[in-house]
């Protein structure tokens, strides 16, 4: 990702960029196979990091942490469960610093 964003800032059209970000809600070992048929996914590091306690939350919220350290400033959340969208969220945005960040 960072070297995507320095290249757009460097080199590309002057465009807002829009990035995504996944909600994995465990590191199941067949359902990170599964979603590799359509997205990258970093299954070794989402083990780790709930077998050490992370919460769905918490990965969520640390990656855009990153996002908006490497400059990006309007993200999307996506594969929230359904029945609580809303409060799961709240939940993630309530680990995102956002003073002067433009990020909520």
Same mark, same amino acid.
């Given at each position: 990702m960072? !070297?995507?964003v320095r290249e757009?800032?460097?080199?590309? +059209?002057?465009l807002p960029g829009l990035f995504g970000?996944?909600?994995? !809600?465990?590191?199941? +070992?067949?359902t990170l196979r599964a979603l590799e048929?359509?997205? +990258?996914?970093p299954a070794a590091g989402l083990s780790r990091d709930f077998a050490s306690g992370t919460t769905p939350a918490?990965?969520?919220? !640390?990656?855009? !942490?990153?996002?908006h350290e490497l400059g990006v400033r309007?993200?999307?959340v996506s594969n929230? +469960?359904?029945a609580r969208a809303g409060s799961t969220l709240s939940a993630v945005m309530d680990l995102v610093p956002c003073s002067g960040s433009g990020v909520r």
């Open positions: 960072e !070297r995507f757009m800032e460097q080199n590309g +059209p002057d970000v996944f909600y994995y !809600r465990s590191a199941n +070992p067949r048929d359509f997205i +990258p996914v918490e990965e969520c919220a !640390r990656t855009i !942490r990153m996002l309007h993200v999307y929230l +469960p359904p």
